[in-house]
């Protein structure tokens, strides 16, 4: 960097920090989803453009859940191909963690920009994928561009925000990125009237997208990566990233990374099957599922927000061991509940899952320095997605072997189990500082 960009970076730099400084933290309140953290403008501003990276993947997730039946009957996939489809569809989020190091190199806000219109496209081929082959491929690209948004608008939150309300800021950016889910769960009840069925649904996703490509243009670079570009400390190779992540805090890594296998194996197969055996075990209608899914998720959903908010009181590490206890041993009651006990059992598996998870993608964006910071947050959805795709697959063979989605399910919740003991040896992140956390560890 010449001495001019140098200038001019500091300055910069100093205005935004003084017009922080100057503005007291105003909190809004948002009706069921609570306050937010006293925000500056600037803060404000970011925080209400990223969340808007998490809300397509959230309806991608959502549709393809709810949806399964329909998208399984419309593209004639045998039953016995269903888990493995789901599995290799998961993997799509394998290729964002080739997207998000350039998020380290190049910019935070450059990236976010550049993955919107890649998930507009292949969202836009969802809708007119002729067979399963085709349906899977785009799904894959699609949920790449998808996860690599919600990592990097992950670590723009975590650097913008103080330290006192970090995991409260994170809390509200799950909770508001849900919003997706819900759309999704209010299309779907209209599957068997809005033209082209679940095709037209995927086609609805692009409205909201053509308005947002120009939003995104409004979001300033984070300062912290701007910081440690002027000091020289930002990466500038691509393979950088990903050399420092596996090499500086390998511990934090093995740690992160195994939490989010375990949990995976059980919750995402778990969350995916739950609208087709609704359908098929109790005979709902989409109109019942949609219900569920709308007014118990918003109820669930604020599980994002208290994990975020106690964590900050009591500590990362208390709050993500216990929320992430209780969310196996309720999906096992959500299987095998009897009537319409079904529906508190989901509501509050859903609360303690969103809230450990908020839990977990706060540690992935605070045990990592800012240079790689991204790409740490992109490893943790690779090794969710790499245990979700094993769930997936064990749930096939589980099946063959019961002849019940729901015991073989059950079975893969063991897994799941083991995961919040991991959790006991993070180290402590609430209310410190993303610096003192995690230093740099000069590997550039």
């Not at 419309?74 to 993997?91: D, F, P, W, Y």
């Not at 996860?147 to 409260?168: K, L, P, Y």
């Amino acid at each position: 960097m010449n001495p001019d960009d140098r200038s001019r970076v500091a300055s910069d730099l100093k205005s935004e920090t003084a017009a922080s400084a100057e503005e007291a933290g105003r909190s809004v309140h948002l009706g069921l989803l609570g306050r937010t953290p006293p925000f500056t403008k600037r803060q404000r501003r970011v925080f209400w453009i990223a969340s808007t990276a998490g809300f397509f993947d959230q309806y991608d997730r959502a549709l393809l859940s709810l949806a399964l039946k329909q998208i399984q009957a419309g593209l004639k996939i045998a039953e016995s191909h269903l888990g493995a489809l789901l599995s290799v569809i998961r993997l799509g989020y394998l290729l964002a963690l080739l997207m998000t190091p350039f998020a380290d190199v190049f910019g935070r806000r450059r990236l976010l920009l550049y993955t919107i219109f890649g998930y507009t496209i292949f969202t836009g081929l969802i809708a007119i994928a002729p067979g399963e082959r085709s349906f899977a491929a785009f799904e894959i690209i699609a949920r790449a561009f998808a996860g690599a948004e919600a990592a990097i608008a992950m670590v723009i939150v975590a650097e913008e925000v103080d330290a006192a309300h970090r995991g409260w800021a994170i809390g509200l950016l799950g909770a508001v990125s849900s919003v997706g889910y819900g759309l999704a769960a209010i299309v779907f009840a209209f599957i068997n009237v809005i033209p082209y069925g679940w095709r037209g649904l995927y086609v609805i996703a692009l409205v909201p997208l053509v308005l947002i490509i120009p939003l995104r243009r409004m979001l300033p670079e984070s300062m912290r990566f701007e910081k440690e570009k002027l000091e020289g400390l930002r990466p500038v190779k691509i393979w950088q990233p990903l050399a420092q992540l596996y090499s500086a805090y390998p511990r934090r890594l093995i740690m992160m990374l195994s939490v989010a296998f375990l949990a995976s194996m059980g919750g995402n197969v778990s969350g995916l099957m739950f609208p087709k055996f609704l359908q098929e075990t109790h005979h709902w209608s989409p109109g019942n599922v949609s219900s569920l899914f709308l007014f118990g998720g918003a109820l669930g959903i604020l599980g994002s927000i208290v994990a975020g908010r106690m964590s900050d009181l009591y500590g990362r590490r208390v709050m993500g061991a216990a929320f992430m206890f209780l969310s196996p041993l309720l999906t096992i009651w959500m299987y095998m509940a009897p009537g319409w006990s079904i529906v508190p059992a989901w509501i509050l598996e859903a609360f303690f899952d969103i809230a450990s998870s908020t839990i977990l993608a706060a540690y992935s964006a605070e045990l990592f320095p800012t240079s790689y910071r991204s790409t740490a947050g992109s490893a943790l959805a690779v090794a969710g997605t790499t245990g979700g795709a094993l769930g997936l697959f064990l749930e096939g063979v589980l099946f063959n072997l019961t002849g019940s989605h729901a015991r073989a399910i059950c079975c893969l919740m063991v897994f799941w189990i083991i995961a919040p003991a991991i959790i006991w040896f993070f180290p402590e992140t609430s209310g410190r500082e993303l610096e003192e956390i995690s230093p740099e560890a000069n590997l550039i």
